[in-house]
């Protein structure tokens, strides 16, 4: 299929475009070399320079990767910036349902796999949250970022106390939606308030070496903030 020739503005920003479309819709198979800068700037009608960039920043985004002497080659049909700007997109009850999936199942292999300084790790982010609560143990108003960056570090900790490659790389990627999402409902009065004692039954959890009770206790502690966003959009 020819590529269309690239409109007035930022030429490489369309060029990327459209190579990434090209690419997505496997125009060019995994493993497969992409045609040469001089024939993609004839399709596009654009200069060699313009489609040498695009290609750089399909590079550095992990679709493609070049090698000297023989070409440019097609690593991979996604483009994790783009599932990246997704998840940024995605709203509130969307995080939590990916999150109850993801970390689920790391609480699971986490009280199969962890380690003494896994659970020392999450102690440390339960402790270290307490400073920034008012007397009413509610989350300080002027310090919510702060309070939400040690929770997303105690979930990380449970996530990566399964030991799980994969499962690590791919929580933190997500872990800034994570954090966004949170602060949003730390500053929602309808939200509910975290609930500490859920934080330290999951870790009791884990430490008992129990993967199913475990598993339970991740889902309840984020049961109860997915159904207040669900009562709240069924009011809309």
Do not use: C
Request: no cysteine; charged share 25%; aromatic share 4%.
């Amino acid at each position: 299929m020819a590529l269309r020739a690239a409109g007035r503005r930022s030429l490489v920003d369309t060029v990327v475009e459209q190579l990434r479309a090209q690419v997505a819709a496997g125009e060019w198979r995994v493993g497969e070399r992409i045609p040469t800068e001089h024939a993609l700037a004839e399709q596009l009608q654009v200069g060699r320079n313009t489609v040498r960039e695009a290609v750089r920043v399909l590079v550095h985004a992990g679709m493609l990767r070049s090698r000297q002497g023989e070409g440019t080659f097609v690593v991979s049909t996604a483009d994790p910036g783009e599932i990246m700007r997704g998840l940024q997109r995605a709203g509130v009850r969307d995080v939590l349902e990916l999150r109850i999936a993801l970390e689920a199942e790391a609480a699971r292999l986490a009280a199969l796999r962890h380690e003494p300084a896994d659970l020392d790790r999450m102690r440390a982010a339960l402790d270290a949250q307490t400073a920034f609560e008012d007397p009413d143990g509610q989350p300080d108003s002027g310090s919510l970022e702060l309070y939400a960056d040690h929770d997303v570090e105690f979930h990380r900790a449970v996530v990566e106390a399964a030991h799980n490659t994969a499962l690590t790389a791919a929580y933190a990627w997500f872990s800034s939606s994570v954090r966004e999402a949170l602060v949003t409902a730390l500053g929602d009065r309808d939200m509910p308030r975290i609930i500490h004692g859920d934080h330290h039954a999951l870790m009791e959890a884990i430490a008992s070496g129990d993967p199913d009770a475990a598993a339970r206790a991740a889902r309840t502690l984020l049961e109860r903030p997915k159904q207040a966003v669900e009562s709240l959009l069924a009011e809309i």
